[in-house]
């Protein structure tokens, strides 16, 4: 999986890095009504709070590879914001004026993409989520690239900065999954604290996400209500099957 990932991840640096501008006004030039709902709905998935859900429900099932996944998501996002303020790069909309533009028009922060960042997390936890199912997994892996697509089609992020983004959020994931195979796992997934915790969390972020979060862009915001759904069904379906144990 690692010489895979790594030969993806040259296959899409090295163009990202040599014609960043021009493969920007490709892929953002070509654009349709369709698409707009479409890969503005799938980018939404990359959203910080909506991933976060996710890997709450991910928790009340596989509780070690979900830790791995949030801790991912802490150190990665971090990184990216640092990055961001250090770079400081405009967004594309500032460099070109007119794009093709889903979602609100931004200026400043563009490198690396945080969304980006999140799809490259994910991309990873396919793999790892379906290692003994090849079609998922990859199934997974494609939309997350796809997630971070979006951000070039809806014009908030230059190929450059989701390659990079995407790359970090990959990696971290990675090693997060690496350093938390050493945990003592089995002696915590048999404490009540567990499910609580993992319970506490799932309901937290899925209200949260619920209540006030926006999303952008706006044909990604029915996310607010369909991923707190699939939350509680989750929950329901694993409380079950904790009574039955």
């Not at 050493?182 to 972020?205: D, I």
């Not at 699939?230 to 144990?245: G, V």
């Amino acid at each position: 999986m690692k010489k895979i990932y790594t030969l993806i991840f040259i296959n899409l640096l090295i163009p990202a890095w040599l014609w960043n501008h021009e493969l920007f006004l490709l892929i953002n030039g070509f654009n349709s009504p369709i698409a707009n709902h479409i890969i503005g709905f799938t980018t939404g998935f990359a959203d910080g709070l909506v991933a976060t859900v996710l890997i709450g429900i991910l928790m009340l099932f596989k509780l070690r590879l979900g830790l791995a996944a949030l801790l991912a998501g802490i150190f990665s996002g971090i990184f990216i914001q640092i990055l961001k303020r250090i770079f400081d790069m405009p967004r594309p909309p500032t460099v070109f004026g007119d794009v093709h533009l889903l979602g609100e028009r931004l200026s400043f922060h563009s490198f690396p993409s945080g969304h980006a960042t999140t799809a490259g997390a994910l991309a990873i936890l396919s793999l790892l989520l379906w290692e003994k199912k090849p079609a998922l997994a990859w199934l997974g892996f494609a939309l997350s690239i796809f997630m971070a697509y979006g951000r070039i089609y809806g014009g908030v992020h230059f190929p450059l900065d989701v390659v990079i983004g995407f790359g970090i959020g990959a990696l971290s994931m990675y090693w997060c999954n690496k350093w938390s195979k050493r945990w003592q796992m089995k002696a915590w997934a048999t404490q009540p604290w567990a499910w609580r915790l993992s319970s506490l969390f799932l309901f937290v972020t899925a209200i949260a996400l619920a209540s006030s979060h926006s999303i952008q862009p706006d044909t990604a915001q029915p996310l607010t209500q369909l991923v707190p759904a699939l939350a509680l069904m989750a929950w329901l379906y694993a409380w079950q099957q904790q009574r039955k144990t």
